[in-house]
Protein backbone atom coordinates (compact mmCIF):
# COMPACT_ATOMS: atom_id res chain seq x y z
CA UNK A 1 0.00 0.00 0.00
CA UNK A 2 1.25 3.58 -0.92
CA UNK A 3 1.81 5.64 1.99
CA UNK A 4 0.97 9.38 2.31
CA UNK A 5 1.72 11.29 -0.42
CA UNK A 6 2.14 14.77 -0.44
CA UNK A 7 3.02 17.61 -3.64
CA UNK A 8 4.53 19.69 -5.32
CA UNK A 9 7.65 18.25 -3.43
CA UNK A 10 9.26 21.45 -3.38
CA UNK A 11 7.74 25.02 -4.09
CA UNK A 12 9.18 28.88 -4.28
CA UNK A 13 7.45 31.70 -3.92
CA UNK A 14 7.50 35.06 -3.55
CA UNK A 15 5.66 37.24 -0.74
CA UNK A 16 2.57 38.40 -1.26
CA UNK A 17 1.60 34.96 -3.15
CA UNK A 18 -0.97 32.45 -2.11
CA UNK A 19 -0.09 28.97 -2.21
CA UNK A 20 -2.11 25.22 -2.27
CA UNK A 21 -0.11 22.29 -0.70
CA UNK A 22 -2.08 19.08 -1.57
CA UNK A 23 -1.98 15.42 0.66
CA UNK A 24 -2.69 12.02 0.31
CA UNK A 25 -3.37 9.52 3.15
CA UNK A 26 -2.69 5.86 3.37
CA UNK A 27 -5.94 4.18 2.08
CA UNK A 28 -8.70 3.89 4.38
CA UNK A 29 -7.14 6.70 6.74
CA UNK A 30 -9.86 8.99 7.46
CA UNK A 31 -8.48 11.42 9.41
CA UNK A 32 -5.68 13.95 8.26
CA UNK A 33 -3.47 16.33 9.93
CA UNK A 34 -1.10 19.30 8.83
CA UNK A 35 2.01 20.17 10.06
CA UNK A 36 4.30 23.40 9.91
CA UNK A 37 8.20 22.29 10.60
CA UNK A 38 10.66 25.15 10.50
CA UNK A 39 14.69 24.18 10.51
CA UNK A 40 15.73 22.92 13.63
CA UNK A 41 12.32 22.70 15.44
CA UNK A 42 10.29 20.05 15.55
CA UNK A 43 6.75 20.31 13.79
CA UNK A 44 3.80 22.57 14.72
CA UNK A 45 0.60 21.33 14.10
CA UNK A 46 -1.80 23.96 11.87
CA UNK A 47 -5.18 21.80 11.37
CA UNK A 48 -6.62 18.37 11.99
CA UNK A 49 -9.34 17.13 9.69
CA UNK A 50 -12.02 14.21 10.07
CA UNK A 51 -14.57 13.53 7.65
CA UNK A 52 -14.75 16.56 5.93
CA UNK A 53 -14.61 18.52 9.17
CA UNK A 54 -12.24 20.40 11.07
CA UNK A 55 -11.34 19.03 14.48
CA UNK A 56 -8.32 21.09 15.42
CA UNK A 57 -6.33 24.11 15.02
CA UNK A 58 -3.17 25.17 15.96
CA UNK A 59 -2.06 28.62 16.78
CA UNK A 60 -1.60 29.67 13.22
CA UNK A 61 -2.82 33.12 11.60
CA UNK A 62 -6.19 33.38 9.29
CA UNK A 63 -3.93 33.24 6.19
CA UNK A 64 -3.78 29.55 6.42
CA UNK A 65 -6.78 27.14 5.70
CA UNK A 66 -7.33 23.83 4.57
CA UNK A 67 -10.16 21.59 3.19
CA UNK A 68 -10.74 17.77 3.45
CA UNK A 69 -12.63 16.51 0.50
CA UNK A 70 -14.93 13.59 0.23
CA UNK A 71 -12.23 11.18 -0.87
CA UNK A 72 -10.15 11.94 2.52
CA UNK A 73 -7.67 14.05 0.55
CA UNK A 74 -6.86 17.46 1.69
CA UNK A 75 -5.32 20.68 0.89
CA UNK A 76 -3.24 23.08 2.67
CA UNK A 77 -4.05 27.19 1.95
CA UNK A 78 -1.83 29.86 2.68
CA UNK A 79 -2.51 33.10 1.80
CA UNK A 80 -0.12 36.75 1.49
CA UNK A 81 2.82 34.46 2.13
CA UNK A 82 5.74 36.12 4.10
CA UNK A 83 9.51 35.15 4.60
CA UNK A 84 8.17 33.35 7.75
CA UNK A 85 5.87 30.89 5.98
CA UNK A 86 9.31 28.89 4.58
CA UNK A 87 9.41 25.73 5.83
CA UNK A 88 8.41 21.96 5.90
CA UNK A 89 5.04 21.27 5.58
CA UNK A 90 4.26 17.75 6.40
CA UNK A 91 0.96 15.76 6.27
CA UNK A 92 -0.06 13.41 8.21
CA UNK A 93 -3.23 10.38 8.68
CA UNK A 94 -4.47 8.30 10.55
CA UNK A 95 -6.85 5.67 10.48
CA UNK A 96 -9.19 7.46 12.62
CA UNK A 97 -9.32 9.92 15.93
CA UNK A 98 -9.02 7.32 18.57
CA UNK A 99 -6.00 8.34 20.16
CA UNK A 100 -4.95 4.43 20.26
CA UNK A 101 -3.98 4.88 15.90
CA UNK A 102 -0.80 5.79 14.98
CA UNK A 103 -0.25 8.81 13.03
CA UNK A 104 2.01 8.57 9.68
CA UNK A 105 3.80 11.10 7.95
CA UNK A 106 4.07 12.02 4.46
CA UNK A 107 7.39 13.74 2.70
CA UNK A 108 6.55 17.05 2.95
CA UNK A 109 6.54 20.07 0.75
CA UNK A 110 9.21 22.20 1.30
CA UNK A 111 7.90 26.14 0.65
CA UNK A 112 10.42 28.76 -0.27
CA UNK A 113 9.39 32.08 0.23
CA UNK A 114 11.43 34.74 -1.44
CA UNK B 1 6.04 26.19 24.68
CA UNK B 2 6.68 22.56 23.74
CA UNK B 3 4.71 19.78 25.35
CA UNK B 4 7.61 17.15 24.75
CA UNK B 5 11.25 18.02 25.30
CA UNK B 6 14.22 15.81 24.02
CA UNK B 7 17.46 15.37 25.66
CA UNK B 8 19.79 15.36 24.90
CA UNK B 9 19.90 17.96 22.09
CA UNK B 10 22.78 15.95 20.40
CA UNK B 11 24.04 12.36 20.91
CA UNK B 12 27.42 10.95 19.13
CA UNK B 13 28.61 7.89 19.30
CA UNK B 14 30.28 4.41 17.91
CA UNK B 15 28.26 1.94 15.51
CA UNK B 16 27.66 -0.92 17.70
CA UNK B 17 26.93 1.11 20.31
CA UNK B 18 23.58 2.19 22.11
CA UNK B 19 21.65 5.43 22.48
CA UNK B 20 19.55 6.29 24.69
CA UNK B 21 17.17 9.79 24.31
CA UNK B 22 14.74 10.96 26.53
CA UNK B 23 11.70 12.82 26.06
CA UNK B 24 9.93 14.86 29.10
CA UNK B 25 6.16 16.42 28.51
CA UNK B 26 4.16 18.80 30.89
CA UNK B 27 0.46 17.10 30.96
CA UNK B 28 -1.39 14.26 30.77
CA UNK B 29 -1.04 12.04 28.13
CA UNK B 30 -3.32 9.17 26.17
CA UNK B 31 0.00 8.04 24.04
CA UNK B 32 3.22 9.33 22.91
CA UNK B 33 5.16 8.51 19.91
CA UNK B 34 8.60 8.25 18.66
CA UNK B 35 9.43 9.18 15.36
CA UNK B 36 12.63 9.30 13.31
CA UNK B 37 13.41 12.17 10.36
CA UNK B 38 16.29 12.29 8.04
CA UNK B 39 17.79 15.02 6.62
CA UNK B 40 14.65 17.41 6.70
CA UNK B 41 12.58 14.47 5.26
CA UNK B 42 9.53 13.09 6.45
CA UNK B 43 8.55 11.84 9.48
CA UNK B 44 8.98 7.96 9.72
CA UNK B 45 6.89 6.13 12.93
CA UNK B 46 8.69 3.88 15.36
CA UNK B 47 6.92 3.23 18.07
CA UNK B 48 3.18 4.53 19.89
CA UNK B 49 3.26 3.52 23.50
CA UNK B 50 -0.30 4.39 25.25
CA UNK B 51 -0.56 5.92 28.80
CA UNK B 52 -1.54 2.28 30.09
CA UNK B 53 1.34 1.08 28.78
CA UNK B 54 5.16 1.06 30.34
CA UNK B 55 7.60 -0.51 28.02
CA UNK B 56 7.32 -1.82 24.42
CA UNK B 57 9.79 -3.57 21.53
CA UNK B 58 10.35 -3.20 17.80
CA UNK B 59 12.86 -4.72 16.79
CA UNK B 60 16.20 -3.05 18.29
CA UNK B 61 13.91 -0.38 19.88
CA UNK B 62 13.09 0.03 23.39
CA UNK B 63 10.43 2.56 24.27
CA UNK B 64 9.75 2.87 27.76
CA UNK B 65 6.93 5.14 29.50
CA UNK B 66 6.77 7.03 32.83
CA UNK B 67 3.24 8.85 33.77
CA UNK B 68 4.50 9.56 37.17
CA UNK B 69 7.83 11.28 36.15
CA UNK B 70 5.94 12.51 32.76
CA UNK B 71 9.20 11.01 30.81
CA UNK B 72 9.77 8.61 28.06
CA UNK B 73 13.03 7.09 26.48
CA UNK B 74 14.19 5.40 23.55
CA UNK B 75 16.70 3.05 23.58
CA UNK B 76 18.52 2.58 20.13
CA UNK B 77 20.80 -0.83 20.64
CA UNK B 78 23.59 -2.14 18.82
CA UNK B 79 23.39 1.46 16.48
CA UNK B 80 24.23 1.30 12.78
CA UNK B 81 25.38 4.05 10.72
CA UNK B 82 21.97 4.14 8.82
CA UNK B 83 20.41 5.35 12.55
CA UNK B 84 22.35 8.69 11.77
CA UNK B 85 18.92 10.90 12.01
CA UNK B 86 16.89 13.41 14.27
CA UNK B 87 14.36 11.58 16.49
CA UNK B 88 11.03 13.17 18.14
CA UNK B 89 8.68 12.23 20.42
CA UNK B 90 5.13 13.51 19.99
CA UNK B 91 2.41 13.54 22.67
CA UNK B 92 -1.19 13.54 22.34
CA UNK B 93 -3.87 14.18 24.99
CA UNK B 94 -6.94 14.16 23.28
CA UNK B 95 -8.89 12.03 20.86
CA UNK B 96 -8.82 14.66 18.55
CA UNK B 97 -6.93 17.71 17.10
CA UNK B 98 -2.83 17.85 17.49
CA UNK B 99 -0.31 15.86 18.52
CA UNK B 100 2.87 18.18 20.34
CA UNK B 101 6.33 17.63 19.30
CA UNK B 102 9.76 18.14 20.60
CA UNK B 103 12.50 19.89 18.74
CA UNK B 104 13.98 16.35 18.79
CA UNK B 105 17.49 14.96 19.65
CA UNK B 106 20.05 14.45 16.33
CA UNK B 107 21.71 11.33 16.69
CA UNK B 108 25.24 10.64 14.56
CA UNK B 109 26.29 7.42 14.45
CA UNK B 110 29.71 6.94 13.26
CA UNK B 111 31.12 4.23 11.86
Known amino acids: DAGVTQSPTHLIKTRGQQVTLRCSPISGHKSVSWYQQVLGQGPQFIFQ???????GRGNFPDRFSARQFPNYSSELNVNALLLGDSALYLCASSLDLAYSYEQYFGPGTRLTVT | SQQGEEDPQALSIQEGENATMNCSYK?????LQWYRQNSGRGLVHLILIRSNEREKHSGRLRVTLDTSKKSSSLLITASRAADTASYFCATKNTNAGKSTFGDGTTLTVKP
Open chain 2, 27 to 31: TSINN
Open chain 1, 49 to 55: YYEKEER
